[in-house]
Structures are given as C-alpha cells and as structure tokens.
Nanobody
Framework: VQLQASGGGLVQPGGSLRLSCAAS????????MGWYRQAPGKQRDLVAT???????TYADSVKGRSTISRDNAKNTVYLQMNNLEIEDAAVYYC????????????????WGQGTQVTVSS
C-alpha cells in the first residue's frame, strides 16, 4: 500500500491550500483516513481525521478553518485549509487505516511521504 500526498506549497498568511492523498495497492477497505503535521523540532500532531462513513474530527487549532473530506471510490482524502496562519507551516502527512483482504480483519496503518506547507509573506 502506498499513500501519495500532494498539494503543498508556499502561501501567504490568509491564503488557502488543498492537500490530496491517494492510497493505492492491495486495499480491501479503508477505515479512518487523516492528516497530521510536523513542524521543525516538534512532534507530529493530528490535524483532522475522517471515517469511512464521513465522521470527522479536527484539532482545535484548525477547527473552523479546515475541512477534511474523502472519496471512498478513489481511496483519496483531502484537506482544504483556509485562512492559513504562520503557525500552520509544517510537513503534512496523510495516514490511512487499511484492511488488506476480506480474510484479514486487522487494519494496518500507512503513512504518506509528507508534503511541505510554507506560510510566509
């Protein structure tokens, strides 16, 4: 299973970005997908998650400014970020809890390679 993240870049404060992450490979189903971020010298923190039936959670720091969504048919998760702040700058990682086969009930956690978000004027 591979997760390919894209959509990062340089944006001015107050700007917007849309991140995408597509999962591919041997996938039977995906339960929760999510976005995490890690700034230099800091731990990796949760940004937002979404379950297969659309239930979402958000970190307080992005609530009201970000929207997570997914396309189950494409095994893809998105993160729309608006009104970006300097503090949002980080490497953003996507995550997926993947069930590999109908014969295996365990979900395995996979990570994307990360996409850099830079917020600067």
């Amino acid at each position: 299973v591979q997760l390919q993240a894209s959509g990062g870049g340089l944006v001015q404060p107050g700007g917007s970005l849309r991140l995408s992450c597509a999962a591919s490979g041997t996938i039977f189903s995906i339960s929760t997908m999510g976005w995490y971020r890690q700034a230099p010298g800091k731990q990796r923190d949760l940004v937002a998650t979404i379950t297969s039936d659309g239930r979402t959670t958000y970190a307080d720091s992005v609530k009201g400014r970000s929207t997570i969504s997914r396309d189950n048919a494409k095994n893809t998760v998105y993160l729309q970020m608006n009104n970006l702040e300097i503090e949002d700058a980080a490497v953003y990682y996507c995550n997926a809890e993947v069930r590999l086969s109908s014969r295996i009930s365990t979900h395995y956690s996979y990570w994307g390679q990360g996409t850099q978000v830079t917020v600067s004027s």
